[in-house]
């Protein structure tokens, strides 16, 4: 299992303790706000990571690791553009290799370069509940710092948090948080599983998973419980 997948699973393993220890105390998703962040960080290797929030074109910073997110914050409200007001609504993934020359955020992107001396973003919405999204947003200050695998680590990481937090929003979360947590880490060794019996990257493995579960209408994680029991898809490669 390449060396990025493997620390992945060991960093979801320490969120899933993290989110046990929380709920077992008794302290509301707010608390497994700084702990998403800093795993997220650590995840895909950034410098910098926060969780954001836009309503009627307003930001809420909810958690960041450092001071320098709420301030990309404040710039894209400041000019009215930026990647989270893009992405949020439409549970997009957005990924900025750099800041200082990418066209679809001017303003937002020279004065993050310039100011913060920040380069590239990786981005993933959170649909957390039915009326509400959080944007994670993870920042490095060298260019070209993220890659395609990196965004699917990244969808990995934010789908294990997702779940986490849409079980805290209950009161029966204690057993949703289990069920979400096992889940996602069945789906983690199946997407391994896929990689090395079908020699392919984590992000195609993540798209032949996709596309199996769309193309038969069976959820992922009955995909990956196949994988788990067969050792591969049922249906061969295409060509």
């Known amino acids: 299992m390449p060396r990025e997948l493997d620390e992945t699973w060991r960093l979801l393993d320490d969120f899933a303790e993290a989110a046990r220890l929380l709920q077992r105390q008794g302290d509301s998703a707010a608390e497994l706000l700084p702990v998403i962040c800093e795993l997220a960080r650590k995840v895909v290797g950034g410098d910098h ?4 929030t836009v309503r009627a074109g307003r930001f809420t910073t ?11 914050d404040q710039i894209q409200h400041d000019t009215n553009q930026g990647p989270c007001l893009d992405a949020i609504g439409t549970t997009d993934a957005i990924r900025v290799d750099d800041l200082s020359t ?13 100011r913060l001396g920040m380069h590239s973003l990786l981005l993933h919405v959170l649909p957390v509940a039915d009326d509400a999204a959080v944007a994670v947003s993870v ?8 890659s395609p695998e990196h965004e699917t680590l990244l969808g990995i990481f934010g789908a294990t948090a997702t779940a986490t937090l849409r079980a805290a929003r209950h009161d029966d979360r204690a057993q949703q948080l289990e069920r979400a947590l096992h889940t996602s880490r069945r789906i983690g060794v199946a997407l ?4 090395t019996i079908r020699h392919v990257t ?14 038969t209408n ?3 994680s009955k995909l990956a419980e196949q994988v788990l029991e067969t050792g591969d898809l049922r249906r061969p490669l295409a060509g």
């Not at 984590?202 to 193309?215: F, G, I, R, V």
Request: hydrophobic fraction near 45%.
């Open 62 to 72: 909810l958690a960041a690791t450092s001071d320098l997110p709420s301030g990309a």
């Open 192 to 195: 391994g599983i896929l990689m």
């Open 202 to 215: 984590l992000d195609e493995a993540w798209t032949l998973l996709s596309k199996e579960s769309q193309d």
């Open 102 to 114: 990418d066209a679809r955020w001017p303003a937002f992107g020279q004065l993050t370069s310039t």
């Open 139 to 146: 920042y490095a200050a060298r260019s070209q710092a993220f």
């Open 49 to 52: 990571a926060s969780l954001t």
């Open 218 to 220: 069976v959820k992922l």
